[in-house]
């Protein structure tokens, strides 16, 4: 590899632990249904990281960031479905919809939802798209199969991803009694839904 994979991980550590849609995610989906929920999506999401792998190594990515019909195509996609995101947000706000059963006072817990959510959180992103195509490259040996090489970069990617997220997940959910007020609840459906919303503007408005 060309350059350090010391590197690689100390600059992929970083990236993963700066707040974004993924981190929004996360933050949604474990005050929504607890560790289960978290931890499915924070899956979903590191899976979506073998994707952008795959789509640099056979150079689908290069169509996508030298194209400026498909680039914005994607990030509009990326963008409404942040916005997707946020408004469900605000429906439980004015509703009171909780997704809670009564009886058992124990969230309702969706595995292929959570991680259908987590997924296209990531592959709908086109900073990941970017993020792959211009930085992995970098680490790849011209005298290997490339494919092999970005998969196993894209794993130690998921490795530090899931720690770091279950990290977070296990935060949120430690203050659980907290978290579970109604009025804090409340207040934190309105804020995670105008941060996701934020975010799909701001990917919206976002250039090339």
Known sequence: MELSLWTYLVAITLLTMTPGADTMMVIRNSLRGGLKDGFVSSLG????????????????????????????FLKSIGALYLLWLGFSNFKAFFKNEYNYNQQTKKAVFHFWISL??????????????????????????????????????????FIIAMIWQGLLIYAICSANGFIMRKSVRKSLDFISGSIMVLLGIKLFLEKR
Do not use: D, W
């Open 45 to 72: 999401i590191c899976l979506g990281l073998f994707v952008h792998a795959f789509l640099s190594a056979v150079g689908i990515s290069a169509i996508l960031l030298y194209s400026a019909t498909a680039f914005m």
């Open 116 to 157: 259908r959510e987590g997924f296209l959180s990531n592959v709908l992103n086109p900073k990941a798209v970017i993020f792959y195509m211009a930085f992995l490259p970098q680490f790849i040996a011209p005298n290997a199969s490339a494919l092999l090489q970005s998969m196993f970069l894209a794993s130690l990617h």
